[in-house]
């Protein structure tokens, strides 16, 4: 294999092998460095933190853990392929409803969580709080906003019903 | 859940909004470092890496860089012995403290134990020996291993008793050549630090006397965003991107240590991704490195802290012990404090943490009605992980010990805990009770259902729950700001009456930005300014020349807040006298409301401001304010936290199954700003009482756990219930009178937990984290 193709966000790209990548580096690096699509967060590099999650052929997955070529011929989406209207994001954004505070402090961990929660409403549209937790219990939030992002996601899941 | 009822209800602080830069987050927009500084936007863009101390303590006895300096890709090799390198003097990690003060006139000098690329290393993860620059990080980390270092491996120490043995190795023998124990007296004030009354004859004649001892450890800040810097010269201008949160004090420090001219030096920080405290200040060796790699190569030169290397300070590992005496009727008559703190391998501002929190905040304050106190405390190097400033200094370590005392002397006086602590504890201006202080306490007690505790150890069966708490005095009120010198913002009114604001500060997470906004649109009103017509700049520039407001403290909540009133008020008059002029009368005869402005005595007379603005050239209105926090003595609120937990005295797992956070704030800034850092701070506390710490290997002084798979930071599955209760009881000086939170919200869990784990178990624990193993030993133990 010399290239890799991949549908990122609703476009086809192609990277060449030793020309734009190596063969040891991960999904997270293409998108990142080659793509410029710098809203994955890579903030462990192992796996730990969830900060890097995009979608790939529907599935939240860390891309810090993937190398770029098992996405060959994958389909991508990361954050920048969502609408600045979409619930999840504008259900994040909003958040302050008394009592939970809100869904985002530094906001380094965000687009990993709007990432994950985004593949939870996909395969759950409304999910549970336990089912809240178990998806996303993979990412680390250090300002510790967990139950503002709970909230969002039930936010989001009743606006997409209303959609 | 309730809202919180706001004292002085206003038209945006204190309401519940979303945050000012939610969108920009949430959509991923928002630029950090990592975003900005790219090989993939800058070909020219060249990598460091830092050689690590492997042994606890070890010298270097020559580095050859012959075969690293052959590997392509490598750009330059700078080592310990570098004439460039030696001629820097020595520095230390809380080098500036708040204020921008040149090194020798510092208000907290600290000892100057670091060097900036030493030959000798002094824990494991020491940036020592040598630094490397390359095209990728890759190439750099290859370039290290190829090294031929010759160490000598020195004996080391890891524990703080031990270190203080005649015997031990001396780890900093430029401080101390004797031992371990950081030089008292100067700046760092006597040993016994407080001694009021008398003590010994207190003791004597009290009817009930505790002692008790909490060992607190070093918890990481564990921050997403990795420590970095880009550094690049523009001639003999040297400009450096960084994520660390202290604008200024880098410039100072960068400035300082390259004998620049501060305004050769511009350091500019985007959106940062969490801090909480660490590298407490804006000195870091690896600015002054990667800024000479950065010379040297005449490129572009990043830095940036793997996961690993990130674990590079800590709070402090500290151990008090504290002896109370009381009367019969519940008065404490004495309290005698004895501290050993472990600083680690750096002084950092562990003395800070042990002296100057425990004793001038909070002896002269918190335990301002003991008569008799006194607090004797000894800093000790060690070979493991420097401590430094996290979410406070030294309150959760001094917390977790003041706590258990007033645990242990209520059961002995067979009182109700909080009915102790609000007969002794308040602050030096005002007679007891405090009324803050019944407020949390009361309003804690409320929400967790305190009147239905049982006692200690009383439940059946194998999951036992039980409640406790912990209180303390808050943190950050106008007067403690003083110190900082002057808070300064510019307001820019463009013609259309959109707005620009300069209020710099890093926006690390806190909210600080939005409490700005939200004050800065209220005292606008006049203009009908609403906060999505103001743009705040996010990048600190030192360039822009004002000065940023350092996320040390969560002071950041009102200090621009306190200055939008007079910002507001020259606006205005300024805006009157453009408008006079256009409107060919004087600024006394007009005046100015929802954006129109119209004759006093014949309002029909009136045009709207934006016209008069676009009409006559003269946009944008500047203003600035520039100014000292009031210092008018106030005292400081209170906070106070609840814990209901469960212990399985089967398999020793502590679950939390709630926490009441009390904070009496004086004024509200942001509601759920406020609420997420009460809530938010559970996250370290949580973690640092059930499941973080840092495993070393007693044999080769090794940290075991430096990665998030076996440092356990809490998740949303470990989340308990946490119900925020804001308090407005206290006011400060000023418009808002606020006091920062954020610190505080960690300040009480571990001690509140600790206290729950007694009242289910009827066991004391006092040695964080309970770890299920911990748990289960001390249980077997107390039943033996």
């Not at chain 2, 990795?226 to 960068?254: K, P, S």
């Amino acid at each position: 294999m010399d290239k890799i193709r991949m549908k990122v966000n609703g476009e086809w790209a192609e990277f060449d092998l030793t020309i734009d990548f190596q063969s040891s580096d991960s999904l997270a690096y293409v998108l990142k460095e080659k793509m410029g699509l710098t809203g994955l967060k890579v903030a462990c590099d192992e796996g730990a933190c969830g900060a890097c999650t995009i979608i790939k052929d529907g599935r939240a997955v860390l891309s810090c853990m993937l190398l770029a070529v098992e996405a060959d011929g994958c389909e991508i989406q990361t954050i920048e392929g969502l609408a600045t209207d979409d619930p999840v994001v504008k259900a994040f954004a909003d958040q302050c409803e008394p009592g939970y505070g809100t869904a985002m402090q530094c906001g380094y961990c965000t687009p990993g969580f709007v990432m994950a929660s985004k593949a939870l409403l996909n395969e759950i549209p409304n999910p549970t709080d336990e089912q809240i937790t178990e998806k996303l219990s993979g990412n680390l939030c250090r300002c510790g906003t967990y139950p503002a992002v709970r909230r969002a996601v039930l936010k989001a899941a009743a606006l997409k019903t209303n959609q | 859940m309730e809202k919180f009822k706001s004292r002085k209800p206003r038209k945006y602080t204190g309401t519940y909004r979303p945050k000012k830069e939610g969108l920009e987050k949430a959509s991923g927009r928002a630029l950090y470092l990592d975003d900005i500084i790219r090989k993939g936007k800058d070909q020219n863009l060249l990598f460091a890496k830092m050689l690590r101390c492997p042994y606890p303590h070890a010298r270097i006895k020559s580095i050859d860089t012959t075969d690293a300096e052959k590997l392509p890709g490598v750009k330059t090799i700078l080592t310990y012995d570098d004439p460039e390198v030696t001629a820097f003097k020595p520095s230390n990690a809380s080098w500036t403290g708040l204020d921008t003060r040149h090194y020798e006139s510092m208000d907290w000098p600290m000892y100057m134990d670091r060097l900036v690329l030493p030959d000798t290393g002094v824990w494991v993860g020491d940036i020592v020996g040598a630094a490397v620059a390359a095209e990728s990080y890759d190439i750099a980390e290859k370039a290290l291993k190829l090294l031929k270092i010759e160490w000598e491996v020195l004996p080391f120490v890891l524990d703080p008793e031990k270190a203080m043995q005649p015997d031990a190795p001396v780890i900093h023998p430029e401080i101390n050549p004797e031992g371990n124990v950081h030089p008292g007296g100067g700046w760092a004030g006597p040993d016994v630090f407080m001694d009021r009354g008398d003590v010994d004859k207190a003791f004597a004649e009290a009817d009930e006397i505790t002692e008790v001892t909490s060992k607190h450890h070093n918890a990481d800040h564990a921050v997403l965003d990795t420590r970095g810097c880009c550094v690049h010269w523009e001639g003999d201008r040297l400009i450096c991107w960084t994520n660390l949160y202290q604008g200024d004090q880098a410039r100072m420090f960068l400035a300082n240590m390259f004998e620049l001219p501060v305004n050769k030096v511009r350091v500019c920080i985007p959106w940062v991704g969490g801090s909480f405290g660490r590298g407490n200040t804006g000195d870091q060796p690896f600015l002054i490195l990667t800024a000479l790699l950065a010379r040297r190569t005449g490129r572009p030169v990043k830095y940036k802290h793997t996961r690993r290397e990130d674990f590079h300070d800590t709070r402090n590992a500290l151990t008090w012990t504290i002896k109370m005496g009381a009367k019969k009727d519940g008065a404490i008559t004495a309290m005698y404090f004895y501290g050993i703190a472990n600083s680690g391998a750096y002084a950092d501002s562990t003395m800070a943490a042990l002296k100057h929190i425990p004793g001038i905040e909070m002896g002269e304050c918190q335990q301002a009605h003991i008569p008799n106190l006194r607090m004797e405390g000894y800093v000790v190097y060690t070979n493991i992980i420097p401590g430094s400033c996290m979410r406070g200094i030294g309150n959760a370590q001094v917390n977790l010990a003041i706590g258990l005392a007033v645990d242990v002397m209520a059961e002995k006086l067979k009182m109700d805990p909080l009915e102790l602590v609000i007969k002794n504890f308040g602050h030096e201006w005002e007679p007891l009770p405090n009324e803050s202080l019944k407020a949390c306490l009361y309003g804690g007690a409320k929400k967790i259902g305190w009147k239905d505790r049982h006692g200690p150890g009383e439940t059946k069966g194998v999951k036992k729950r039980g409640m406790g708490f912990s209180f303390n005095m808050g943190w950050h009120s106008s007067w403690q700001e003083v110190a900082r010198g002057h808070v300064q913002l510019g307001i820019k009114l463009n013609p259309d009456l959109s707005l620009i604001l300069e209020a710099p500060m890093v926006e690390t997470g806190v909210g600080s930005n939005s409490c700005a906004v939200f004050a800065c649109a209220e005292s606008l009103d006049f203009l009908n300014i609403k906060p999505e017509d103001i743009h705040w700049i996010s990048t600190v520039d030192t360039d822009t020349g004002y000065k940023d407001m350092v996320q040390t403290d969560s002071a950041v909540s009102f200090l621009h807040a306190e200055l939008m009133p007079k910002g507001a008020a020259r606006l205005k008059q300024d805006l009157l006298v453009i408008c006079a002029g256009y409107l060919d009368t004087t600024a006394d005869k007009i005046d100015i409301e929802n954006a129109v402005v119209f004759f006093k005595d014949d309002p029909e007379k009136r045009q709207k401001v934006k016209d008069i603005l676009w009409d006559n050239d003269i946009a944008p209105v500047l203003v600035t304010v520039s100014e000292i926090m009031p210092g008018e003595k106030t005292g400081i609120p209170y906070i106070a936290t609840f814990a209901d937990v469960e212990v399985d005295t089967e398999t020793g797992k502590v679950d939390i199954i709630k926490l009441v956070v009390v904070n009496d704030c004086g004024t509200v800034m942001f509601a759920p700003g406020a609420e997420g850092q009460q809530i938010g701070g559970q996250c370290m506390g949580i973690g640092e009482t059930l499941t973080e710490e840092i495993i070393y290997d007693d044999a080769t002084g090794v940290p075991l756990n430096f990665n998030w798979i076996d440092y356990k930071i809490p998740t949303m599955a470990d989340f308990p219930t946490i119900e925020p209760v804001l308090l407005e009881v206290w006011k400060g000086a000023g418009e808002y009178g606020a006091c920062g939170l954020g610190e505080s919200t960690t300040t009480c869990t571990a001690r509140a937990v600790a206290n729950a784990i007694y009242n289910a178990t009827g066991v004391r624990m006092d040695e964080i984290p309970f770890k299920p193993e911990k748990v289960l030993s001390a249980l077997s133990e107390a039943a033996q």
